[in-house]
């Protein structure tokens, strides 16, 4: 067992404009990267369990050129606006540091 | 074989680039200078107001640097999305320091200056020709929206900077540009190859940032060619691997396989990148599609409000305990106490609070599945907005007195409970501005919505 956090080169939120957010979870060795795919912990679905999001929002792609996971959801909130807090969108991945990886 | 390179010295002009990477890339023969100059990560506060995020004297010394490099090598300059958001305000905010530096440096050159700030009865009449549509998600569009916005830019494609190049323009200032756009039109220009053009422009628009460690703000170069391209950062002690160089299409963008840009989507599917050697990168593969119509992305932000912030902290156990219900009293008491101060007002005050947990779910809000547990300290930042600074200042007076003593029924007798770090404790924050507009205008053409100003610079 090992987190996510241990596993992976970088973790990071971003904006991916005002609207959307986007996470990118990258890999230095190709075997890490398929050992966590193949974990089955990041998936559609696992990821909406933890922000609290419906399935459908959710865009997943693995980048195997990059070895890098990626998801992106529209802003709860948009970037900046009244009630958001993380203008820059940068602080939102912290939730996925810590999932264990078989 | 054919060859169009490209020079970006760093992400955002104003950054800062170091002097001796700029002078090694201008010994690799560039075909043009192109920097971008903005951003929407920091927020709508520079389309609102028009104040770029970056100093007079920080863009000045990057520009001047820039101006220079240009007229030895004589070459095009570019610079995209000047003054933050690419508004008009932002725009002669940049011509001004380029011109002072053309006074200072004896620099003389052909300047175009290339508007994106849009006409609001131009986008009221698209609007009634449905040829205004909403992206995913978007906030309602409406007439009122274009009315009460601070400013509208429109994203322009590389046509119009391509335009300006064509009528023998040295130097091109853009408004609000797509970063990519501005890389991508000299290459376009030269014949390059769409695919690679594009996806070249992509890794261009951060600078060093696709460097496997980025120490500082640095730039990179690209060489495109016949079927590939080849990226390479500047500073010689930094280097790019495949891997970083695919990496950066994950940048900001929800999507990393389809980018799309206003005359097109440039498709990395098939994109396979290679080590060129130890520090370059070959890219081959890419494709660019060319949309049906052409759409221009549409930025607005308006005014929302006057601001007062205040910034506190707790310690006490049994109020933490129970901190929803007591913000919730506190809230409503407070709202009570507003109108009695307020009594003029029809129905309620007009104000709007946001109470923030630090150390709880302040950072992800609604995103936070750890919200509930109870931790030892929390930080507390009051966010009240009225129509007017006085009045959001009245507010935040009476709020941060009515919060500090407000009970919980385990005490009995008057409470302090919120740690107060400022004295006063209220700091006034001016206006808010909020993105309200997330669509795209299909135009005419790529033209219409840019028009084009030319003059002479120390001449």
């Given at each position: 067992m090992a987190t996510l956090g241990e596993l992976a080169k970088l973790i990071r939120s971003k904006n991916a404009g005002p609207f959307n957010l986007t996470f990118d979870i990258m890999f230095e060795e190709e075997e890490t990267y398929r050992r966590v795919i193949n974990s089955g912990a990041i998936t559609r679905e696992i990821f909406g369990q933890i922000y609290n999001l419906?399935?459908?929002?959710i865009l997943l792609v693995h980048h195997d050129a990059a070895r890098a996971i990626k998801i992106s959801i529209p802003r709860p909130c948009y970037s900046a606006d009244l009630d958001d807090a993380d203008c820059y969108g940068g602080?939102?991945?912290?939730?996925?540091?810590e999932i264990e990886i078989l | 074989m054919t060859e169009s390179r490209v020079l970006s010295p760093?992400?955002?002009?104003?950054?800062g680039f170091p002097e001796s990477s700029l002078e090694r890339g201008l010994l690799m023969g560039p075909h043009a200078l192109v920097c971008d100059g903005g951003s929407t990560d920091m927020g709508p506060a520079s389309l609102g107001t028009g104040v770029p995020h970056f100093s007079r004297a920080a863009t000045k010394r990057d520009l001047r640097l820039l101006l220079l490099a240009r007229a030895k090598l004589e070459i095009p300059l570019i610079i995209g999305s000047c003054g933050t958001a690419g508004s008009s305000k932002g725009l002669s905010w940049m011509r001004e320091i380029c011109l002072d530096i053309s006074r200072e440096e004896g620099l003389a050159f052909n300047l175009a200056l290339v508007h994106s700030e849009q006409n609001k009865e131009y986008l009221k009449k698209r609007m009634s020709e449905g040829r205004i549509i909403p992206l995913d998600p978007a906030p309602v569009l409406t007439e009122k929206t274009i009315d009460s916005s601070a400013h509208i830019v429109g994203m322009m494609g590389d046509e119009p900077i391509s335009e300006a190049l064509g009528q023998k323009a040295d130097v091109v200032l853009a408004g609000r540009a797509s970063d990519t756009s501005i890389f991508a039109c000299v290459p376009l220009r030269m014949g390059a190859d769409r695919g690679l053009s594009w996806h070249a422009a992509k890794i261009l628009e951060c600078g060093a940032a696709c460097a496997v460690t980025r120490k500082r703000p640095d730039g990179i170069f690209a060489r495109i060619r016949d079927d590939h391209f080849i990226i390479e950062p500047l500073d010689p002690e930094m280097r790019c691997t495949p891997q970083s160089v695919a990496s950066h299409t994950l940048y900001e963008n929800a999507d990393p396989f389809h980018i799309v840009e206003p005359g097109g989507v440039l498709d990395t599917t098939k994109s396979a990148y290679s080590a060129e050697d130890e520090r370059a990168v070959c890219v081959r593969g890419s494709a660019y599609q060319i949309a049906d119509s052409y759409s221009v992305k549409l930025e607005g932000a308006e005014l929302a409000g006057y601001q007062s912030v205040i910034v506190g902290g707790v310690r006490d156990p049994y109020i933490l305990r129970q901190l929803d219900s007591w913000l919730s009293g506190m809230r409503t008491g407070f709202a009570e106490r507003a109108r009695e101060i307020f009594p003029d007002e029809d129905g309620d005050p007009n104000y709007h609070l946001v109470i923030r947990v630090y150390g709880r779910d302040a950072v992800m809000g609604p995103l936070e599945p750890l919200a509930k547990e109870i931790p030892h300290e929390v930080g507390l930042l009051f966010e009240i907005m009225a129509n007017d600074q006085e009045s959001a200042r009245a507010l935040a007076s009476t709020l941060s007195h009515f919060a500090v003593h407000?009970?919980?029924?385990?005490?009995?007798g008057l409470i302090s409970g919120i740690a107060f770090p400022f004295a006063p404790a209220e700091m006034d924050k001016g206006p808010v501005y909020r993105f309200n507009i997330n669509h795209i205008v299909y135009p005419d053409?790529?033209?219409?919505?840019f028009p084009i100003k030319y003059e002479e610079a120390g001449f």
């Open positions: 419906p399935e459908e929002t602080q939102q991945y912290g939730p996925l540091v | 760093c992400g955002v002009l104003g950054s407000y009970p919980i029924p385990e005490w009995s053409d790529p033209y219409e919505m």
